[in-house]
């Protein structure tokens, strides 16, 4: 699951996952405006797992992140540049986009 910034309005849930079919991306999370993730997730993050379910999968993420409310915790297992780590996130709240 790659974590990317995508400048798409709409909205997002704690972590929105998007399918981008059209431009190649198979697996992603969007951050950025959504508030859905403190800073400890970047752009480019491979998510492996959160606590000690693997991820792989768009449904697999969604069906974890199904299971976190608002101001939750966990553990996410990541990868950045090549190196494996572990970071704590806390679950933002969903805020529907104004149009």
């Known amino acids: 699951m790659l974590a990317v910034s ?4 709409g909205a ?11 431009l190649g991306v198979k ?3 969007r951050i950025g405006s959504s508030g859905a993730l403190q800073p400890e997730v970047k752009v ?4 492996l797992k959160v606590d000690d379910t693997v991820v792989s999968s768009n449904s ?3 069906s974890i992140i ?8 966990a553990t996410l297992t990541i990868q950045r ?3 494996e ?4 996130v806390t679950f933002g709240e969903y805020k529907p986009s104004e149009q």
Do not use: F, H, P
Not at 12 to 22: D, H, K, M, Y
Not at 66 to 73: L, P, R, T
């Open 27 to 29: 697996n992603m999370i």
């Open 12 to 22: 997002s849930a704690g972590i929105a996952v998007e399918e981008l079919s059209r």
């Open 85 to 88: 780590q572990t970071v704590s």
């Open 81 to 83: 540049d090549g190196k």
């Open 60 to 62: 697999t993420l969604a």
């Open 6 to 9: 995508t400048g798409i309005g």
């Open 66 to 73: 199904a299971n976190y409310n608002s101001g939750d915790q």
């Open 44 to 47: 480019g993050d491979l998510i």
